[in-house]
């Protein structure tokens, strides 16, 4: 239920900023109560979330990674795939890609996703 009010209904109606640290709690209940593949699905959302709502990049892209290797670490490989094109596009906007309109470089290659 988190997840649909906090990332796609409640950004509509509030700052998009306020969405954001409920559903950050979501996932660290998520955790705590062994609900990874929830808790993963909202990672995803909520660095999309955090993307557009204007948080610092490179703290952003911290989280991010961490998010990416607990992803791997519980086996959520789906929504780790799916994940690749914000970290790879948030990478392109801190300036650490060759070709910053192209989704190419360290997370991943537009031609093999």
């Known amino acids: 239920v988190i997840a649909t009010v906090y990332g796609f209904i409640n950004s509509w109606t ?8 409920p559903l950050k709690r ?4 998520a955790l705590s109560t062994g609900d990874n593949e929830y808790a993963m699905g ?3 959302i909520y660095v999309g979330t955090s993307l557009h709502s204007g948080k610092a990049l490179g703290p952003l892209m911290d989280e991010m990674s961490t998010f990416a290797k607990q992803m791997i670490e519980l086996n959520q490989n ?4 799916m994940n690749r ?6 990478l392109n906007l801190l300036g650490k890609s060759a070709n910053p309109i192209k989704l190419v470089g360290t997370e991943m290659d537009e031609e093999s996703l």
């Open 42 to 44: 909202i990672a995803h």
């Open 78 to 81: 789906l929504v780790e795939t």
């Open 14 to 21: 509030e700052p998009i900023q306020s969405t954001i640290p």
């Open 26 to 29: 979501a996932i660290d209940v």
């Open 85 to 90: 094109p914000l970290r790879q596009f948030t």
